[in-house]
């Protein structure tokens, strides 16, 4: 008389399956760590621990070296770019003065003036607008004045 287990029997022939599995995992596993423990102890033979410590200390000397170069160019573009912008204002003066003298002679360009010589004709109109529109600089000493008129009885 034979009994048929077949549902225990694959259960079984599977948690053997799956045993086997495990165990070829930690042989692959045990091998890849002793390739490693191979390769690392080649390095510790021909590495010098106090060579690398002053290999080390030599680069953070170097970086330090080129974090000061660099802040040192970015002051120097910093301020020639001030100094850009000065030079380039000028540099449109001269221009505006140029093609003011060359379109000086030219027809129809009578009575063409440069934009210093407008801002010069601004200035006394500004002036001439009281204080309160102008930005002269009494301007604060003719509001207290004004306010001191008010205030009197």
């Known amino acids: 008389m034979t009994i048929c287990y077949d549902g225990q029997t694959n259960a079984q022939l599977n948690g053997m399956s799956m045993q086997a599995d495990q165990m070829n995992n930690q042989m692959v596993m045990t091998e890849a760590m002793r390739s490693g423990v191979e390769v690392m102890s080649t390095f510790n033979e021909t590495m010098d ?61 009578a009575g063409l003036k440069t934009a210093d010589q407008l801002a010069a004709e601004q200035q006394p109109v500004a002036n001439q ?24 009885p």
């Not at 102008?134 to 001191?148: F, K, Q, V």
């Open 129 to 152: 607008q009281g204080p309160m529109l102008a930005g002269g600089e009494d301007e604060e000493d003719d509001i207290m004045s004004r306010l001191a008129a008010l205030r009197k």
């Open 49 to 109: 621990p106090l060579q690398v410590q002053q290999m080390a200390a030599q680069f953070q000397v170097e970086q330090q070296k080129n974090e000061m170069t660099s802040e040192m160019f970015d002051d120097m573009f910093d301020e020639l770019y001030d100094d850009e912008e000065e030079a380039s204002d000028e540099v449109n003066k001269i221009m505006e003065e140029l093609a003011h003298m060359q379109l000086n002679g030219v027809k129809g360009t």
